[in-house]
Nanobody
Framework: QVQLVESGGGLVQAGGSLKLSCAAS????????MGWFRQAPGNQREFVAA????????LYKDSVKGRFTISRDDAKNMVYLQMNGLKPEDTAVYYC?????????????????WGQGTQVTVSS
């Protein structure tokens, strides 16, 4: 069992930055693939970014490439999402997720544990 708690969301103007954090507890964290997803009102939950064990590989949604950076600190059981150049279309609830596998998945069904989410609102 893995527990995840997100933080760092908030209200920011377009062009601004936020850094989301996800604290993990429970089973061995360092062996898992970690992901960030988001869900805007009326939309399905969508993949944003993911990072494998030891940060050996990362993957991003095309629309956030060059603006968002995912990272992890296995010693602290933390994963982060640095978001720069935020746009109104980035507004959503952001979720941290854990996948019990070494290969990245972009599918919601590919992840085993989820946090409760943190709201990110970008004003124009």
């Amino acid at each position: 069992q893995v527990q995840l708690v997100e933080s760092g969301g908030g209200l920011v103007q377009a062009g601004g930055s936020l850094k989301l954090s996800c604290a993990a507890s429970g089973r061995t964290f360092s062996m898992y693939t970690m992901g960030w997803f988001r869900q805007a009102p009326g939309n399905q939950r969508e993949f944003v970014a993911a990072i494998t064990w030891r940060g050996l590989k990362t993957l991003y949604k095309d629309s956030v490439k060059g603006r968002f950076t995912i990272s992890r600190d296995d010693a602290k059981n933390m994963v982060y999402l640095q978001m720069n150049g935020l746009k109104p279309e980035d507004t959503a609830v952001y979720y941290c997720a854990v996948r019990n596998a070494m290969i990245i998945s972009t599918q919601v069904s590919g992840y085993d544990y989820w946090g409760q989410g943190t709201q990110v609102t970008v004003s124009s």
